[in-house]
């Protein structure tokens, strides 16, 4: 039953690579962009640098490696990027009842058992890499993206492709990608799935309010879920210091940036509902 869950889920744990800094207003980045991952138009617009971020997710349940490099010229840039996600001890409950009709749940009347067989884990990856042009003063991107999953004793691979675009202004952006254009299919020894396509929309600005710097931004996606809404701020407090906060749905997130050139720390921290917090750590270095 687990596993037909996660796969359910195929592209989820993609969303989880984002960064802190992306993370902690709301995992927007879309219109600004932090790193690659939530725009393949993103390496024009970035400055050039390698990334690294390490995330625990919901307490002990989840723990996540991402990173990458960011690299331009004048009228290209291209990015290759990583993100690893392991899930372990998930309990194997599959022969915990006594399945009289077969059909692997459990329904009335059927006896449970206390005991368990024992324990697995899942893992999963994916590797991106991406190409961005400027096209007039829009920045253009395609990605590429190759991803490997295990759970239990199954093994898949799969493909996929995304597109974006990002327009920013002296104080306003606005971006948008399609992301898993080609339905990425994953390939599993039994069969195949799909990660249907989403399409996203952010639009933000960027501006001195006073003589605070305020960055705000607001994403939009519609994917096979349906509707989401992503909200995020940062405020400059200082030459070196940024802090953050932001709404991924219902979730609050807030966090906090240290720039230290050539070094920059993010920090971010995720409040769930229904789940214990999530956290995470970024460490930039600029090109």
Not at 148 to 158: K, P
Not at 188 to 205: A, K
Not at 230 to 242: R, T
């Amino acid at each position: 039953m687990f596993l037909l869950f996660l796969a359910l889920f195929e592209g989820e744990f993609l969303l989880l690579g984002v960064d802190a800094g992306s993370w902690g207003r709301g995992s927007t980045g879309i219109a600004y962009p932090t790193t690659g991952f939530k725009n393949p138009a993103s390496s024009l617009v970035l400055e050039p640098c390698l990334y690294f971020t390490g995330s625990r997710m919901f307490g002990n349940l989840a723990n996540v490696l991402s990173g990458g490099i960011n690299l331009r010229q004048k009228d290209y840039g291209l990015g290759v990027h990583f993100v690893f996600h392991s899930v372990g001890d998930i309990y194997d409950t599959r022969d915990s009842w006594n399945d009289t009709d077969g059909d692997g749940y459990p329904d009335p009347g059927e006896e449970l058992y206390d005991d368990l067989n024992g324990v697995f884990s899942a893992r999963e990856g994916a590797i991106f890499a991406d190409y961005s042009k400027w096209m007039g003063n829009f920045s253009v991107g395609i990605g590429l993206k190759f991803i490997y999953r295990r759970i239990y004793d199954a093994t898949a691979v799969g493909a996929g492709v995304d597109l974006g675009i990002i327009y920013q202004m002296e104080e306003y952006a606005i971006g948008a990608t399609i992301k898993d254009i080609t339905t990425s299919p994953i390939f599993w020894e039994g069969g195949t799935n799909h990660i249907p396509p989403s399409y996203e929309l952010g639009i933000g600005f960027n501006k001195k309010i006073g003589k605070v710097p305020v960055l705000m931004e607001i994403n939009l996606i519609q994917d096979e879920y349906g509707f989401n809404s992503h909200l995020g701020i940062e405020f400059g407090i200082n030459d070196w210091l940024k802090l953050r906060a932001g709404f991924i749905n219902d979730q609050v997130t807030t966090g906090c940036g240290i720039r230290k050139p050539p070094f920059l720390v993010d920090y971010a921290l995720n409040l769930h509902p229904d789940l214990l917090m999530s956290h995470k750590v970024s460490l930039f270095f600029k090109l």
